[in-house]
């Protein structure tokens, strides 16, 4: 067909719809992809990026990636500078969709480690191009991908919503209403970013609008391309997409950066993140402009936070080795003698090649009151010296 010489994502064979299954990771969109003929590797999808992202070089050139030319990319925090490899005409397949002549900027070092923070290996992002052409319908309840004839969805579904969305530099942004615990009631234009684990983000340098609420806590909210990001988390009392309203939404306030200019440019005030999405089924209509929207199983499910202190992270995903990232001041586990960079042997007698990242978060999260047992060893280990053994136990406690 015609359309199929133009680089893009398509059905191989020509339905109504296919459906994909994703794994997920803190409600992130995971699709294993096969490159070039590869044995398929996890990518993740990512509403908030522009262009495929591959984040190995190394692995890229076992792929037979071909490149043109090199670029020097400005990281988040507006100071890193990232080299990328452009490579411009890849095959990306995922079973009934192909990608074809897709471009990729191929990282010359993983600044990114998201394996750390996802817990499972993520070898690059695919962005705008699989979106564009085709609805694209996100069901968090079911783990399920459906991607839409591009004729297709002419009148919306039943039990959905229409919202205008609104294209800025290949990335969808809508315009909603936030109720502030403090300060007053603001229309926000929202960037809707799959790739994000937030439930919102407000950038404060954007409007005077915005105001911090009475309880927040200093914490790194994360790692995007090229810089680690760290501010404050609190809550607002309401965001309101198109009726739907979500309520005591957790809420990340990160500090100003080198890339704030970048962000004001856009006119948006933040940004939406999974933590919010799964809570939704979602169709991003690129074609028309507009995203769908309709109530999912967890919408009415409370925003929770983690109740530990502790932010963990992975060593290694393939021997399941865990490790203490940040321990918060005054929290349980800081109270308890928790320290930077133990490493998790056990949770609550259950050894740590058990647990998956995500249900170590879910764990912190789950209940006020909960009594948590870790067994950690502490120390470098090396031959004079073995590393110590502990256990510690603290009792979960809500912080926000």
């Known amino acids: ?104 900027l191929v990282l010359d070092e993983d600044f990114l480690e998201l394996e750390k923070v996802i817990g499972i290996p993520i070898y690059g992002v695919v962005g705008h191009e699989f979106f564009k052409s085709n609805p694209v319908k996100i069901d968090y309840d079911n783990a399920e991908v459906t991607i839409y004839r591009s004729s297709a969805l002419k009148w919306k579904p039943f039990g959905f919503r229409s919202m205008p969305m609104e294209l800025i530099g290949n990335k969808p942004y809508v315009n ?52 680690d990001l760290f501010g404050l988390v609190g809550r607002v009392r309401r965001v309101e997409m198109q009726g739907l309203k979500f309520r005591g939404v957790i809420t990340s306030y990160p500090d100003q950066t080198e890339f704030s200019d970048v962000i004001i440019e856009t006119g948006r005030q933040g940004s939406i993140g999974a933590e919010l999405l799964n809570r939704i089924k979602i169709i991003f209509d690129y074609p028309r402009e507009r995203v769908l929207l309709k109530k999912g199983a967890k919408f009415s499910e409370q925003f929770d936070y983690d109740m530990s202190g502790l932010m963990i992270r992975v060593l290694s995903a393939e021997n399941k080795r865990f490790y203490v990232s940040q321990v918060r001041e005054n929290s349980p586990a800081s109270l308890q003698g928790v320290q930077l960079y133990d490493e998790i042997v056990a949770i609550n007698k259950v050894p740590a090649y058990f647990w998956e990242l995500a249900d170590i978060t879910n764990l912190f999260r789950s209940e006020e009151g909960r009594v948590i047992t870790l067994e950690i060893l502490r120390g470098t280990g090396t031959e004079e010296e073995a590393p110590e053994k502990l256990r510690i136990s603290f009792v979960l406690k809500k912080q926000l």
Do not use: C, W
């Open 1 to 104: 067909m015609m359309a199929a010489q133009v680089p893009g994502f398509y059905m191989k064979n020509e339905s109504r719809r296919v459906k994909i299954p994703f794994i997920d990771s803190n409600s992130l969109v995971i699709i294993p992809v096969s490159v070039n003929g590869s044995e398929p590797i996890n990518f993740l999808f990512d509403t908030g990026v522009k262009s495929n992202i591959f984040f190995s070089k190394t692995i890229a050139d076992e792929l037979g990636m071909q490149y043109t030319r090199k670029l020097n990319l400005v990281g988040a925090d507006g100071q890193t500078v990232l080299s990328a490899s452009v490579s411009p005409n890849n095959h990306f397949d995922l079973g009934e969709i192909e990608g074809i002549y897709q471009a990729a």
């Open 176 to 227: 909603t209403t936030i109720r502030q615990i403090e300060g007053p009631e603001i229309p926000a234009k929202l960037l809707i970013d799959t790739g994000a684990n937030h439930g919102l983000l407000l950038n404060r340098e954007t409007t005077d609008e915005i105001v911090l609420p009475p309880l927040t806590l200093e914490t790194d909210l994360g790692r995007s391309l090229g810089g």
